[in-house]
């Protein structure tokens, strides 16, 4: 558009505008006069759609119609009080204002209804788990179970597969969980599996019953946080009526599938059994019947899973990824944090000993957030919980726990939120995907009470310079100068798949970004389950960045990637 023509229809525009406003002006009195005359109800006031202006105006973002309203009343003030250059002045920004700003908006409504259309297409590509969930599995003695595979502080996990059963006919529906057939072989170190996958694809997590109860109900209603990841045949169907209370007398909530969130695929209750090393790992929670000296009670939940190679902290022990693996598995557990986000949980619990991962078929790990015991679901939450007490539980694991949260203080009208505690820790996490030592765990001493921005450690000099960025972000103290899980994803995807050339926010970078979305759409769309290099990962990841588009999260993004990069070229002619 060239200015010649933005000026001319600029001009055009604040006239008609400046018409309309004298003309209707008299109309709008009267019928405001009318309306409190008449008005029964209270008065409803639309929400106007704000402006996609450049990231340098966003403290000044309003929407075209109340810009118009401001710079008429403005206008009217001065043109009645007697005419001048200033008011023709005034009037004049106002048609070039107007003019600039229609293209402006123009450029980004095509914008916005190319992520809305793409968004649309991918979001009817839903997840398929990895295990299709059948009709039976209900009770322990379906199940063979083999050794123990992890420990935590209120549950024991032991592989475990299915016991065979003969073939039906085809009309009949099979009773136990089964593999998938079509599911490809996973690769792994050996040294990183305690088990054959083959032989064990299942895995059994027994929770540790301690002042439940012994009846179902009750055991399910003290424990419901751990189906918030169940899938919707989980329970048996006289199961389902059970009123989940949960911690605060509410039904919690349960996540759709998503390849970065653990599936529970079977859940029921039954008698603790002596499994192996019981007598030796976990004897205090035992029922008496088993230890005479044990505390716990005789039946629990079990919850049925896919066995998983190892947790996220087994594998960084005995392998460094590679700086691109390292930053996929980054966006994996943010895709996951997001996930959660959007359907009102927060894992309140992440931790690299909570998340699980497997391989590709071209070795790139898979990341999977597991454990939601101590989770906010509750369906009534929007992620925020009340803190009026020192009873009130926040969450697990304090050295992971955002500034937010662990300093809060119990009060009156207190409320944490929690919509970007995951994703701060997730930053402390990166630390340790990228070969360094947690900066929040005591062997470093940094506390998130009250740790300063300049005190986080720098990350290995082989880490991009975008992920090192989005890494100083997500820890930073104060959550409103924090991004989201989704803006933060958006960052990563942008500098993995979109190049510096996206990092621009003009008329002619929103068209670059356009093109890009629909490149991007057609190579998933073409290569299917698998990325541009055959990496089913990377097509999981692009997959879930185009299905949650949204041009306000991807401009924030660019915003954030753009201040970055100059910042970091001004370091480098600075030195």
Known sequence: MSVKHAISRGLELGRSVLQLGLLKSGGRVAAKLRADRFRVGPSVRTVQPQAFLPSRYRYYRTSLRGLAAQLQSAGFRRGFTGGSPRNRAVFLAFGLGVGLIEQQLEDDRKTAATCEEIQAVFRKKKFQSPLKSLSSGYKLEDYIIGNQVGKGSNAAVYEAAAKFVPPKQTDSKSSLVELREDEEEVQKPRSLTCCSLKKFPLAIKMLWNIGAGSSSEAILKSMSQELVPAGPLALKQEKEHITLNGDFGVLPRRVSAHPNVIRVHRAFTADVPLLPGAQEEYPD?????????????????????????????????????????????????????????????????????????????DGCPRLVITDFGCCLAQSDSCLQLPYNTTWVYKGGNSSLMAPEVITALPGHGVVIDYSKADAWAVGAIAYEIFGDHNPFYRAVGLDSRSYQEKQLPPLPSTVPADVQLVIRLL?????????????????????????????????????????????????????????????????????????????????????????????????????
């Open 285 to 361: 929670v035992l029922p008496a019947r088993l230890n005479p000296f044990g505390l716990g009670n005789n039946r629990t939940l079990f919850l049925v899973m896919k066995n998983y190679p190892c947790t996220l902290r087994q594998y960084l022990d005995v392998t460094s990824p590679s700086c691109r693996q390292g930053s996929l598995m980054m966006l994996q557990l943010l895709e996951g944090v997001d996930h959660l986000c959007r359907q009102g949980v927060a894992h309140r619990d992440l931790k690299s000993d909570n998340v699980l991962l497997e391989f590709d078929s």
């Open 475 to 575: 820890l930073r103290r104060k959550p409103s100068q924090r991004p989201s899980a989704r803006v933060a994803a958006n960052m990563l995807h942008v500098s993995l798949w979109g190049g510096k050339a996206l990092a621009s926010q003009d008329s002619a970078g929103m068209k670059k970004l356009a093109d890009w979305l629909l490149c991007q759409s057609a190579v998933v769309l073409l290569k299917g389950c698998r990325g541009p290099s055959g990496n089913r990962v990377e097509a999981e990841l692009q997959q879930s960045f185009l299905s949650n588009l949204d041009l306000e999260d991807l401009r924030t993004a660019l915003g954030f990637l753009l201040y970055g990069r100059e910042q970091q070229h001004a370091c480098i002619l600075s030195a």
